[in-house]
């Protein structure tokens, strides 16, 4: 993990040039290559993002038991809901305007399906739409962890609200911890012309998880589209129809 700077600039990806993984039950879309059946050694993370997965899963499906370790995992459901389990005895419900985290540490094992209401009769209708982010934490081998809380009354304010964050001055501020004191995560559900600023940081990026968005300097973000900041920030984002926006401001890069 280091700090070195590139020169100053900002890299649109537009959605359409994302890998993505279709299976029956999974439509996931990818901006980074990390986990993909065609690795890209030019598009393995930016700052300490490694992954930032749109996932969409189908009624009475989802991801099985399985491992992670030393990992920072944000899950942020943009519609339905996320049945979570991990082998440290969590389990919860995931779901639009609850912010939930869980570090992986020194390992541990999880499932994520779309079975809320699952029942003999009742068979979940509808799928689930979320965004799952990957960052690296600063300290290895940390206790894994879990921890969630719903903020959507926070995010009717339409401004940036600290979603996760290690860094000291978010201390009591946010809605989660995670493990990198380099890292931040805001979420801004937006209205037709309402606008936030964007923070300064060596590494910025932005999604764009639901409608449109005119970014200062570099024209229309759509949904499912991304920039990427490096050695900059201060740009003014403005919703052109309802929308909401995830923001990760890192002060750190990683080399992989």
Do not use: C
């Amino acid at each position: 993990m280091g700090g070195t700077l590139l020169a100053p600039g900002v890299e649109v990806r537009r959605a359409d040039g994302r890998q993505s993984s279709r299976l029956s039950w999974l439509d996931s879309k990818h901006s980074f290559s990390l986990g993909t059946s065609r690795p890209d050694p030019a598009n393995t993370h930016h700052g300490l993002l490694l992954v930032n997965n749109e996932d969409l899963v189908q009624p009475g499906t989802g991801f099985e038991t399985h491992p992670h370790r030393d990992m920072e995992i944000v899950t942020w459901v943009l519609q339905g809901s996320l049945v979570h389990q991990d082998s440290s005895g969590h389990s919860g419900v995931i779901y639009p305007g609850l912010a939930q985290r869980m570090s992986a540490g020194t390992g541990i094992l999880h499932s994520e399906k779309n079975d809320t209401h699952r029942s003999a009769d009742r068979p979940p209708a509808d799928p689930v739409h979320f965004v799952q982010m990957w960052v690296v934490p600063d300290e290895v081998g940390v206790t894994p962890g879990y921890e969630q809380l719903e903020i959507d009354a926070e995010l009717l304010s339409g401004g940036l609200v600290t979603v996760a964050s290690g860094m000291d001055r978010h201390r009591g501020a946010s809605a989660i911890r995670i493990h990198n004191r380099h890292a931040a995560l805001y979420a801004a559900r937006l209205g037709p012309g309402q606008h936030v600023t964007l923070p300064e940081a060596p590494y910025l990026h932005l999604f764009v998880a639901r409608g449109s968005v005119d970014l200062e300097g570099a024209g229309t973000l759509h949904e499912g589209d991304a920039a990427r900041f490096t050695a900059t920030g201060g740009h003014r984002v403005r919703a052109s129809v309802p929308a909401e926006i995830l923001v990760w401001e890192m002060h750190a890069t990683v080399t992989l």
